[in-house]
C-alpha cells in the first residue's frame, strides 16, 4: 500500500523487487497455462521419439555488460545431438549426412560457449521455444542457407511437436507450418539476393547472368512481411554469381559479366546495395510491426580449390578460437554490419525493432560441419558435388537456435521491462 499511495518515486530497492518478481512470474506462467485449458496436456502430447529430450531452463543468455554471446568458443556437448536423421523428416535431402554415409559423428557433439558469461549460452529448449511463440509468426527470408537453418529448427523442435502443412501456396520455397498447440507458424521466402533479380534462362549461354535490380526490394518478401512477428533475413552465396546491376532499370555496371561496354564491379558493391534496399524496405514497411533479425553470413570451407575445382572440407573438428576469417567473409560481415547500424538509427527513430543475430564468427570456426560428397550418392550427377556451403542436419547449424531462443527471450523481457516501467512511472 506504501508503493500505491506514497506521493515521492519507488525506492529503487522497491522497483529492483517489483521488476525481479515480475520477470519470475514472465518465466513461470506460460509454462502452466497449458494445465489451465487441459489438466491432461502432456498427457495427449504425441512425442516422435522415446529419446526426445526437453529441457525446461530458467537461464537466460544474452548481451548483459560485458558478456557478448556471440564472442566465444566451441566446446564439447556430449548429450548431443538432440534429434536424428531418423527422427526428423524436416532434413533436405542433401543436408541428410548421416543418409550418405558420414563415418564421424564427433562434429554433432560441441555446443557454443561465451566468453565473460556469467552463465553459458543455453541449449535450445524446444518447450520453452514454443511457450515464447504462441500464438505468434516467424518469417525465414533468404536462400537455401536460410532453409537449411529452418530446417533445424523444425528437427529441434520435433522434440515437442511437429508442424502441419498450412501452406496457401504450393511452392515449396513459400510453405507454412503450423504447430496446432501453440499457433505457431513458421515460413520460408525463397530470395537469392533479397532485391529483385532475374535468373539467366536456363542453357543459355549469352549474357547467362543474374540481372539484379539492386534498387528495388524483392517483393515476395517485403509484401508479406506484415503477417509476421519476426523476421529473420539473411543472404550471401548468391552474390557471388555473375551478375548485372541495374539501379532506376538501368545499367549501372556488373560483377564479373564479361560482357563488352560494362564498368565491372566487386560483389561487394552489390552485396552492401542489396541490404540497404532491403532495410529501407522493413524501415518503410506500414504493415509490419514485429522483429527483424539480421542473421548474419554463414561462411562456407573450401580447402585445395574453388567449389568447381575440386575444393572440399575435411576436416573433422572446430578450428581453434583465434583462427583468423579470410578476407572475404570478414568483409561481407562487416558490410552487413555497417549497413544494419545505419538503417539501426532509423528504426529507433520510427520505432521499428531490428537486432543483430551476429553468428558469423561462430560459424567460421565450423569447417567440419558441411555435407562434402556425403549430400548425395556417389555416383550422383549434382553440380556441388563437395558441399562445403550448406551444413549437415543434425549438426553446427542447429548452434544458430541456440542464439535465436536467447535473443527472442531477451526481446520479450524487455517488453515485460518496459511495461513495468510504465506501471511504475
Same mark, same amino acid.
Given at each position: 500500500?506504501?508503493?500505491?499511495?506514497?506521493?515521492?518515486?519507488?525506492?529503487?530497492?522497491?522497483?529492483?523487487?517489483?521488476?525481479?518478481?515480475?520477470?519470475?512470474?514472465?518465466?513461470?506462467?506460460?509454462?502452466?497455462?497449458?494445465?489451465?485449458?487441459?489438466?491432461?496436456?502432456?498427457?495427449?502430447?504425441?512425442?516422435?521419439?522415446?529419446?526426445?529430450?526437453?529441457?525446461?531452463?530458467?537461464?537466460?543468455?544474452?548481451?548483459?555488460?560485458?558478456?557478448?554471446?556471440?564472442?566465444?568458443?566451441?566446446?564439447?556437448?556430449?548429450?548431443?545431438?538432440?534429434?536424428?536423421?531418423?527422427?526428423?523428416?524436416?532434413?533436405?535431402?542433401?543436408?541428410?549426412?548421416?543418409?550418405?554415409?558420414?563415418?564421424?559423428?564427433?562434429?554433432?557433439?560441441?555446443?557454443?560457449?561465451?566468453?565473460?558469461?556469467?552463465?553459458?549460452?543455453?541449449?535450445?529448449?524446444?518447450?520453452?521455444?514454443?511457450?515464447?511463440?504462441?500464438?505468434?509468426?516467424?518469417?525465414?527470408?533468404?536462400?537455401?542457407?536460410?532453409?537449411?537453418?529452418?530446417?533445424?529448427?523444425?528437427?529441434?523442435?520435433?522434440?515437442?511437436?511437429?508442424?502441419?502443412?498450412?501452406?496457401?501456396?504450393?511452392?515449396?520455397?513459400?510453405?507454412?507450418?503450423?504447430?496446432?498447440?501453440?499457433?505457431?507458424?513458421?515460413?520460408?521466402?525463397?530470395?537469392?539476393?533479397?532485391?529483385?533479380?532475374?535468373?539467366?534462362?536456363?542453357?543459355?549461354?549469352?549474357?547467362?547472368?543474374?540481372?539484379?535490380?539492386?534498387?528495388?526490394?524483392?517483393?515476395?518478401?517485403?509484401?508479406?512481411?506484415?503477417?509476421?512477428?519476426?523476421?529473420?533475413?539473411?543472404?550471401?552465396?548468391?552474390?557471388?554469381?555473375?551478375?548485372?546491376?541495374?539501379?532506376?532499370?538501368?545499367?549501372?555496371?556488373?560483377?564479373?559479366?564479361?560482357?563488352?561496354?560494362?564498368?565491372?564491379?566487386?560483389?561487394?558493391?552489390?552485396?552492401?546495395?542489396?541490404?540497404?534496399?532491403?532495410?529501407?524496405?522493413?524501415?518503410?514497411?506500414?504493415?509490419?510491426?514485429?522483429?527483424?533479425?539480421?542473421?548474419?553470413?554463414?561462411?562456407?570451407?573450401?580447402?585445395?580449390?574453388?567449389?568447381?575445382?575440386?575444393?572440399?572440407?575435411?576436416?573433422?573438428?572446430?578450428?581453434?578460437?583465434?583462427?583468423?576469417?579470410?578476407?572475404?567473409?570478414?568483409?561481407?560481415?562487416?558490410?552487413?554490419?555497417?549497413?544494419?547500424?545505419?538503417?539501426? +538509427?532509423?528504426?529507433?527513430?520510427? $520505432?521499428?525493432?531490428?537486432? *543483430?543475430? #551476429?553468428?558469423?564468427? /561462430? @560459424?567460421?570456426? !565450423?569447417?567440419?560441419?558441411?555435407?562434402?560428397?556425403?549430400?548425395?550418392?556417389?555416383?550422383?550427377?549434382?553440380?556441388?558435388?563437395?558441399?562445403? +556451403?550448406?551444413?549437415?542436419?543434425? $549438426?553446427?547449424?542447429?548452434? *544458430?537456435? #541456440?542464439?535465436?531462443? /536467447? @535473443?527472442?527471450? !531477451?526481446?520479450?523481457?524487455?517488453?515485460?521491462?518496459?511495461?513495468?516501467?510504465?506501471?511504475?512511472?
Amino acid at each position: 500500500m506504501e508503493l500505491l499511495h506514497s506521493a515521492k518515486a519507488p525506492s529503487k530497492q522497491k522497483l529492483l523487487i517489483i521488476v525481479t518478481i515480475s520477470i519470475s512470474l514472465f518465466t513461470i506462467i506460460p509454462l502452466l497455462y497449458p494445465f489451465v485449458e487441459d489438466p491432461n496436456f502432456f498427457f495427449k502430447q504425441q512425442h516422435p521419439s522415446q529419446t526426445s529430450i526437453v529441457k525446461l531452463q530458467d537461464s537466460v543468455a544474452t548481451r548483459r555488460g560485458s558478456c557478448d554471446i556471440f564472442s566465444g568458443e566451441w566446446v564439447p556437448d556430449p548429450e548431443a545431438p538432440y534429434y536424428t536423421n531418423t527422427t526428423c523428416w524436416a532434413i533436405h535431402e542433401h543436408q541428410n549426412c548421416m543418409r550418405f554415409g558420414r563415418p564421424d559423428t564427433d562434429f554433432i557433439k560441441w555446443k557454443w560457449k561465451p566468453y565473460g558469461c556469467e552463465d553459458d549460452l543455453p541449449v535450445f529448449d524446444p518447450l520453452r521455444f514454443l511457450e515464447t511463440v504462441r500464438g505468434k509468426t516467424m518469417a525465414f527470408v533468404g536462400d537455401s542457407v536460410s532453409r537449411n537453418h529452418m530446417q533445424s529448427l523444425i528437427c529441434l523442435l520435433s522434440q515437442v511437436e511437429y508442424p502441419v502443412d498450412a501452406s496457401v501456396n504450393t511452392n515449396d520455397y513459400f510453405k507454412r507450418w503450423t504447430y496446432e498447440t501453440y499457433n505457431f507458424t513458421i515460413a520460408p521466402f525463397w530470395t537469392t539476393h533479397l532485391v529483385k533479380s532475374t535468373e539467366p534462362e536456363p542453357g543459355k549461354t549469352e549474357h547467362s547472368v543474374f540481372d539484379l535490380y539492386l534498387d528495388e526490394a524483392d517483393e515476395r518478401w517485403t509484401a508479406e512481411i506484415g503477417d509476421f512477428d519476426y523476421v529473420i533475413i539473411s543472404s550471401g552465396h548468391w552474390h557471388y554469381r555473375p551478375s548485372v546491376y541495374y539501379e532506376n532499370q538501368t545499367i549501372i555496371g556488373c560483377h564479373y559479366c564479361q560482357l563488352p561496354n560494362i564498368s565491372d564491379f566487386s560483389m561487394f558493391y552489390g552485396y552492401r546495395k542489396a541490404f540497404r534496399t532491403a532495410f529501407k524496405a522493413i524501415l518503410d514497411s506500414e504493415t509490419f510491426e514485429g522483429v527483424m533479425y539480421l542473421r548474419t553470413f554463414a561462411p562456407s570451407h573450401f580447402e585445395g580449390g574453388l567449389w568447381n575445382e575440386g575444393g572440399n572440407c575435411l576436416r573433422k573438428g572446430p578450428y581453434q578460437r583465434n583462427e583468423t576469417q579470410d578476407d572475404v567473409t570478414m568483409k561481407l560481415h562487416r558490410i552487413q554490419v555497417e549497413e544494419f547500424e545505419r538503417a539501426e +538509427v532509423e528504426a529507433k527513430r520510427k $520505432g521499428k525493432r531490428l537486432r *543483430l543475430l #551476429d553468428t558469423t564468427q /561462430a @560459424m567460421w570456426l !565450423r569447417p567440419d560441419g558441411h555435407p562434402s560428397r556425403y549430400g548425395h550418392l556417389p555416383e550422383a550427377n549434382v553440380s556441388l558435388y563437395n558441399d562445403c +556451403v550448406h551444413w549437415c542436419l543434425p $549438426g553446427p547449424i542447429d548452434n *544458430l537456435n #541456440d542464439f535465436l531462443l /536467447a @535473443m527472442i527471450k !531477451r526481446e520479450e523481457e524487455k517488453g515485460l521491462l518496459a511495461q513495468v516501467r510504465k506501471m511504475m512511472s
